[in-house]
Nanobody
């Protein structure tokens, strides 16, 4: 059974830091690229950061470059998003996604809520 379980969300003050995690099971983690997405109230879901299956390459949305860092632990089957210098506009439900482009397969977690107060 495929599972992606996000955790680590919460309430933090503007300028603070938070790390969210996504633990996966039910598929071969090391063959999937991983990404974090977020959706704020009334807005579309957007890509925040991505990392290749090997972890050697990463990409970020312009809005989070220099503040957020995506990483993965291929032993623990977990992907992380370290968020620093948080802003109120970072408030959103954060989702992790696993995808394998060659086999056209994708899985989503249910999200963890991050709220940044001003």
């Amino acid at each position: 059974q495929v599972q992606l379980v996000e955790s680590g969300g919460g309430l933090v003050q503007s300028g603070g830091s938070l790390r969210v995690s996504c633990a996966v099971s039910g598929f071969t983690f090391t063959t999937f690229a991983m990404s974090w997405h977020r959706q704020a109230p009334g807005k579309e879901r957007e890509l925040v950061a991505g990392i290749t299956s090997s972890g050697h390459s990463r990409n970020y949305a312009d809005s989070v470059k220099g503040r957020f860092t995506i990483s993965r632990d291929n032993v623990k089957n977990t992907v992380y998003l370290q968020m620093n210098s948080l802003k109120p506009e970072d408030t959103a439900l954060y989702y992790c996604k696993a995808f394998d482009a060659r086999r056209d397969m994708a899985y989503w977690g249910k999200g963890t809520l991050v709220t940044v107060s001003s």
